[in-house]
């Protein structure tokens, strides 16, 4: 099973660098708010787990860039995640031009996080029930 969702995204003059094109770095912020947007569509947001205790940092990122995004482009998000998350939770995202070409693909891998107790716990039932309803 996997789960899609699809954002866009206007590039902005402050997610370029001084070569007129996204900052390499920018590319990981632009795919957190498409997370946030993904799970928000879900039923979900970061903000009610914090609340039940709970918080997902990200543990690992890998980045590939195929092609440079420019100031003013419109671009699509691409985001998916395969299966229901048991320790790791973890978004495919891929950047696409109006012309449908891959600009920039990321994997990033989410964990989940006791507040009370900083420490990495399974994914919590509540979250996962809504992976496997979709």
Same mark, same amino acid.
């Not at 890998?62 to 229901?84: C, L, N, P, Q």
């Not at 048991?86 to 964990?111: P, Q």
């Given at each position: *099973?996997?789960?899609?969702?699809? $954002?866009?995204?206007?590039?902005?003059? %402050?997610? &370029?660098?001084? $070569?007129?094109? *996204?900052?390499?770095?920018?590319?990981? =912020? #632009?795919? @957190?708010?498409? =997370?946030?947007?993904? *799970? =928000?569509? $879900?039923?979900? &947001?970061?903000?009610?787990?914090?609340?039940?205790?709970? #918080?997902? +940092?990200?543990?690992? %990122?890998?980045? @590939?860039?195929?092609?440079?995004?420019?100031?003013?482009?419109?671009?699509?998000?691409?985001?998916?995640?395969?299966?229901? +998350? &048991?320790?790791?939770?973890? !978004? #495919?995202?891929? *950047?696409?031009?109006?012309?449908?070409?891959?600009?920039?693909?990321?994997?990033? &891998?989410?964990?989940?996080?006791?507040?009370?107790?900083?420490? %990495? #716990?399974?994914? +919590?039932?509540?979250?996962?029930?809504? !992976?496997?309803?979709?």
């Amino acid at each position: *099973m996997i789960i899609q969702h699809e $954002m866009k995204y206007r590039i902005l003059y %402050a997610d &370029t660098d001084a $070569m007129g094109v *996204m900052y390499y770095a920018n590319y990981l =912020r #632009v795919y @957190e708010a498409a =997370r946030g947007d993904f *799970m =928000r569509k $879900m039923g979900f &947001t970061f903000s009610d787990a914090e609340s039940k205790g709970i #918080v997902c +940092p990200a543990i690992k %990122a890998e980045v @590939e860039y195929f092609r440079f995004a420019k100031f003013d482009w419109e671009v699509t998000i691409k985001s998916s995640v395969s299966g229901v +998350p &048991t320790s790791k939770l973890e !978004f #495919v995202h891929e *950047m696409y031009d109006t012309e449908n070409n891959l600009i920039n693909r990321a994997v990033i &891998t989410l964990g989940f996080v006791n507040t009370a107790k900083f420490k %990495a #716990v399974r994914c +919590p039932e509540w979250l996962s029930l809504l !992976f496997k309803s979709e």
